[in-house]
């Protein structure tokens, strides 16, 4: 149970992280992204 | 930091904390001189330019010379481009390592003062005992090109001269001091070994490294100046001070690019020395000594290899955001196929690299929790090399085209283009810093109590980090526009520092407290040691192939705009002829590696007494 802990919490900070540099990298480019990663018009 | 990457060879018994200022100083010192003595230049320019009259300055301005024959020289059927092309590559060859290789022997010196390892402090003055071999050959091939370029170009390096002025004797005067600084940080070092006077020598260190580092900026700034000059207005007249000629928009580019390289290519060449001791040494003693040596080296080869593309890839935007044209000259025109080279070697140096760490893992029984993610590591390597060289368009015949339905091959075509090569760089990098953490593991057996926590988030770091870059280069890469094309590539290289940067912390954190595991060093296979060979030389292959590229882009200029290359070599030659070029440039070095090795080791060598006829010592 506490593998499985570590493991969704690991998996969960690591998505956040880099889903939220993509965001933020795209952004100060001008380029924008919509929730769905998708170019923001 | 530094001193969790080269912990496994400390001394656990610490010395006295005492911090070094004086080196900071020093540093701070030398470049504020040098700072002072550039701006001085240019005030004292500027200053002389508001006094005078308009008429005056109209006269004392030069225009940049129009070339003519006359205005090269040959030596009988020797062609200019292809004497200085060879001297020119030689002396920056050499001038990269002894530049380097002070700066890492310096880090290591100090190490060693932190760490009271006496190991540390008798392989960074044996690292600087064969750069110090090499030195003279540097300043001789540094003549040879000068008078080279005088007697080849005379009328070409006089505008030059007229251009950067007194800038040329701030870089005599570097040199001067280098060399003295030079010769007392190494025959000093004996005499500067305990207490405070170790201090004093890690100060000459860091100054001969301070003097060192702004002789190579200086000298950059001619050859930034030469691709995209400032100070100077469209027909070459200086219009600007010193320092306007020299902060061009390449010249920090290249700056960063070149210390950076220069770091990972010293490592790999004294790697190669310590991969030539060990194979010749006469004793396990020796063996050991220079194994721990051979590691160390590719450790900091690939250290700073990790960063370069990065740097590359900022002075090549700078490239295209100076001028689009030489941009595609270098990616989009004839010189494209050299980047197809260029992967193969930088392929080679990933997998030598990789496959020095793999084999290097049997030094420590601990390794085996870890050898089973060797083969993914290795497919992973394999499959991006692949698609890396896979070139975009093919030189077809009529024939071929038709049989192929097209110039592009119908599954091969999408990994011909950067998206695919974004990714594959990407993951050939995360792959060679995973060897390197799980070598870097091999010997370690972890305590602290959130270790499943560690290294479930540095797993998952290593999952998403792939997927993100895959992500990016596929859906952005093939699926929006070009824009999102180009800044996509940012985050992926942003993922791969994230997972180098995770790794390190973590991995800190991690070890607070660890059971070591014993190492066995010497015990790494013949064949393991080979790889340090591989290293220097496809390292060697790769200067000169892309110095030629970054020189090259330049095409029918000696200045870029400015003046005209109306010699008879005033082309860009086919990429056989040019390859043969860089091949005896670097075959040539590394001869003059092997002179250089040879006379390091013979220092070492004593001649017995000779014995007389009646057995005696005579």
Redesign the interface.
């Given at each position: 149970m506490?593998?499985l802990k570590?493991?969704l919490?690991?998996?969960v900070?690591?998505?956040a992280?880099?889903y939220l540099?993509?965001h933020a990298?795209?952004s100060m480019?001008g380029?924008p992204l919509n929730m769905t990663?998708?170019?923001a018009q | 930091m530094l001193t969790y990457l080269f912990k496994p060879f400390a001394n656990t018994q610490k010395g006295e904390t005492k911090q070094p200022l004086l080196p900071v100083i020093l540093l701070l010192l030398t470049i504020l001189s040098v700072m002072l003595l550039t701006t001085e230049l240019a005030w004292s320019s500027e200053t002389a330019s508001a006094v005078e009259t308009a008429d005056e300055i109209s006269k004392s301005i030069k225009v940049a010379p129009k070339m003519g024959p006359s205005d090269y020289r040959q030596i009988g059927s020797v062609s200019s481009r292809a004497f200085v092309w060879v001297v020119a590559q030689l002396h920056l060859f050499l001038a990269a390592f002894v530049l380097a290789v002070p700066l890492f022997v310096t880090v290591i010196e100090w190490i060693g003062v932190k760490t009271g390892d006496q190991r540390y402090d008798d392989m960074a003055h044996e690292f600087m005992k064969v750069s110090m071999t090499a030195y003279s050959l540097t300043a001789l091939f540094g003549g040879t090109l000068a008078l080279s370029l005088f007697l080849l170009y005379p009328t070409f390096m006089a505008y030059m001269m007229e251009v950067f002025g007194s800038q040329v004797i701030v870089y005599a005067m570097l040199f001067f001091l280098e060399s003295g600084v030079l010769y007392i940080y190494y025959y000093s070092w004996y005499a500067l070994r305990y207490g405070n006077k170790k201090y004093v020598h890690l100060s000459l260190g860091v100054l001969l490294n301070g003097v060192g580092t702004t002789l190579l900026f200086v000298a950059n700034a001619w050859a930034t100046f030469m691709m995209a000059p400032s100070g100077v207005n469209e027909a070459g007249a200086v219009t600007g001070g010193i320092w306007e000629i020299m902060r061009g928009p390449l010249w920090n580019p290249l700056n960063l690019h070149r210390f950076v390289a220069n770091i990972a290519f010293g490592g790999a060449v004294v790697g190669a020395y310590a991969g030539y001791k060990m194979l010749s040494a006469r004793t396990m003693a020796q063996r050991a000594h220079y194994d721990w040596m051979g590691y160390t080296s590719n450790f900091i080869a690939v250290l700073a290899f990790l960063p370069l593309p990065f740097a590359g890839y900022w002075l090549m935007a700078e490239i295209y955001a100076y001028s689009q044209q030489m941009g595609i000259t270098a990616m989009g025109g004839i010189l494209a196929w050299l980047f197809i080279v260029q992967a193969v070697l930088i392929g080679t140096i990933l997998l030598a690299a990789n496959y020095y760490l793999w084999n290097g893992m049997s030094r420590c029984d601990g390794s085996k929790r870890y050898t089973w993610l060797i083969k993914y590591i290795a497919f992973t390597l394999v499959v991006s090399f692949l698609i890396w060289v896979t070139p975009h368009t093919l030189i077809l015949t009529a024939k071929e085209i038709a049989t192929l339905g097209g110039s592009h091959h119908p599954l091969l075509g999408p990994f011909g283009i950067m998206p695919a090569k974004n990714i594959a760089v990407n993951l050939m990098l995360i792959g060679t810093f995973l060897s390197f953490q799980l070598y870097r593991r091999s010997d370690k057996e972890i305590t602290v109590a959130w270790a499943?926590?560690g290294n479930?988030?540095m797993?998952?770091?290593y999952?998403?980090?792939i997927a993100?870059v895959i992500?990016?280069g596929v859906?952005y890469g093939y699926f929006?526009?070009t824009?999102?094309k180009v800044?996509?590539s940012?985050?992926q290289v942003?993922?791969t520092l994230?997972v180098i940067v995770a790794g390190v912390t973590i991995d800190t954190l991690m070890f607070k407290g660890a059971k070591t595991l014993p190492v066995t060093w010497g015990k790494i296979s013949n064949r393991g040691v080979y790889a340090l060979f591989a290293l220097p030389i496809a390292f060697t292959w790769l200067m000169a192939l892309m110095g030629y590229v970054r020189s090259s882009v330049r095409t029918h200029w000696h200045v870029y705009t400015v003046i005209k290359d109306n010699s008879t070599d005033n082309f860009i030659p086919n990429i056989g002829y040019a390859a043969n070029m860089m091949t005896v440039a670097t075959v040539a070095f590394l001869i003059l590696i092997l002179f250089i090795f040879w006379v390091a080791s013979l220092s070492e060598t004593k001649q017995e007494l000779p014995v007389n006829k009646n057995g005696n010592n005579s």
């Open positions: 506490k593998t570590n493991w919490l690991s998996l900070i690591a998505f992280v880099f540099m993509d990298i795209m480019q380029l990663m998708t170019p | 499943g926590f479930a988030l797993a998952a770091i999952i998403v980090a993100n992500f990016l859906y929006t526009n824009v999102y800044g996509s940012v985050a942003m993922s994230i």
